[in-house]
């Protein structure tokens, strides 16, 4: 069980908290390329607690800099983007996206005022239709963002962010908690209430298949036995279930991936990956990202992105607005729908797989004290994360060492979840292994 003052230590990333300035050693996502237009408006952006502002220039180039303006702090945010610089309203100061002050043409005109200073700008790196930046110390930058869907074309990959009210570690331990499966998805996971669902909404069992893959072929009366193994980059960890109707010298396998400091992979259908991100605005809120790509040479179809967001729960202008903000919140009770589960007719009474997940984080309040908690054998994942957590920020505090997975880099782009039924005897290990070797595990892609 965790002590307060190391739950604040874990959660907190907000001004001089020690998570915060190790967290800005890493590559965090800003977003999606789509949202940032050559000229088209700056987007605020908040990450680990820092007032940022994102834009593309005219040139196509990006940058995120500090929102506030060097002169008196004006939002950059609502600086015109033109002539590859944000102009800045209150006094027309302009500046590029490396921070280098062009005009200041509220000053004589003979003025070298504006050589003097330079605007706080950050690295940027874009891939997949994914933006990034990078807050930390300039000489201690690392190599960009690559994991295997980083490599992809951009129409192999789909994207879908939005905001959670909850902190960072309470989301992230959503991914890494294979248990919940059963009993909060239910609707998706068990057959007795999927059958339900299906009588209510068809669209929504249509999906299952595809998007929870072969998680059917376990027996969901039975609990699972998790694993965990760590590894440079984090740890892997399986979910060992009895098969739904294979022999019983056989067992069915879950195997994910916890990457430091806050990246998830988990199965996905053949042919596909699945990934989620879960990057600290600050203490209180969290930037979800559901990034599903394919690894089969295939484009991600309009389908399978309608798919994907009515699955989730996150279709734009019914569910989410158009800055990712969820409807359904703490104040309306997640929309659940007691009738519903009355009637049996679902589970949770949660509309979206990914709804689900939301409502129960931020139903533990904006920042669980988990020195209240309980934890049992199924909580070993979620505990190995916060070990290995507290031990980075521990160690980079006290004795300056690297973070977590920055020290001896793992090539990412190697790294695949994975489920199958294996005999018995057979290593948890070789199902979703390492990408060059998964060919031989059974119903690994
Ligand atoms: S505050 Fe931006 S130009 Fe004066
Ligand atoms: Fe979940």
């Not at 915060?20 to 987007?43: C, F, K, N, T």
């Not at 700008?121 to 933006?131: I, K, N």
């Not at 807050?135 to 201690?140: C, F, K, Q, V």
């Not at 919140?329 to 997640?334: A, E, I, P």
Request: hydrophobic share 40%; charged share 25%; net charge negative.
């Amino acid at each position: 069980v965790l002590k307060t003052s190391e739950n604040e230590l874990l959660c907190r990333v907000e001004g001089d908290a020690a998570m915060g300035s190790m967290l800005a050693r890493y590559w965090l996502p800003v977003g999606r390329s789509s949202e940032l237009i050559a000229d088209g408006p700056p987007r605020r952006l908040k990450l680990l607690g820092r007032r940022l502002v994102a834009f593309r220039d005219s040139g196509g180039q990006l940058g995120v800099m500090n929102e506030n303006c060097p002169h008196r702090g004006a939002s950059l945010a609502l600086a015109r983007n033109e002539h590859c610089a944000l102009q800045c309203l209150y006094h027309g100061w302009r500046i590029d996206r490396t921070g280098t002050i062009l005009e200041t043409p509220s000053e004589p005109e003979d003025s070298t005022f504006k050589t003097k200073i330079r605007h706080i700008a950050y690295p940027v790196h874009e891939s997949a239709g994914m933006v990034w930046t990078y807050l930390g110390p300039p000489e201690r930058e690392p190599a960009p963002p690559a994991f295997e869907w980083t490599e992809l074309p951009e129409e192999q990959v789909f994207l879908i962010k939005v905001r959670t009210r909850a902190n960072w570690v309470q989301c992230l331990e959503g991914v890494i908690d294979s248990a919940h499966l059963m009993f909060l998805h239910s609707d998706f996971t068990r057959p007795d209430w999927a059958r339900q669902a299906e009588a209510k909404d068809t669209g929504r069992a249509a999906t299952e298949e595809r998007v929870l893959g072969e998680l059917n072929k376990a027996r969901y009366e039975d609990y699972a036995r998790l694993y965990a193994e760590t590894t440079p980059y984090g740890f892997r960890y399986a979910a060992v279930r009895q098969p739904a109707d294979g022999p019983r010298i056989t067992k069915y396998v879950r195997t994910s991936h916890f990457v430091a400091p806050f990246f998830g992979f988990f199965p996905a259908p053949p042919g596909n990956g699945f990934m989620q991100a879960f990057v600290p605005i600050d203490d209180y809120n969290t930037w979800f990202y559901w990034v599903q790509y394919r690894v089969d040479g295939q484009p991600i179809t309009p389908e399978m992105r309608r798919a994907a967001l009515e699955f989730s729960g996150f279709v734009p202008g019914v569910d989410v607005d158009e800055d990712g903000h969820n409807i359904r919140t703490w104040d309306n009770m997640w929309l659940q729908d007691r009738g519903a589960m009355t009637r049996k007719e679902t589970f949770s009474g949660i509309s979206g797989i990914n709804n689900e997940d939301f409502a129960i984080q931020e139903s533990m309040g904006p920042l669980f004290d988990r020195s209240t908690e309980h934890l049992g054998t199924s909580d070993v994942a979620v505990i190995r994360m916060r070990k290995l957590m507290l031990a980075s920020v521990r160690a980079w505090l006290d004795r300056g060492e690297e973070p977590l997975g920055l020290a001896e880099p793992f090539p990412l782009p190697r790294i695949r979840a994975g489920e199958g039924i294996i005999d018995q005897e057979q290593p948890w290990q070789t199902v979703g292994d390492w990408l060059d070797e998964s060919a031989t595990a059974i119903g690994a892609r």
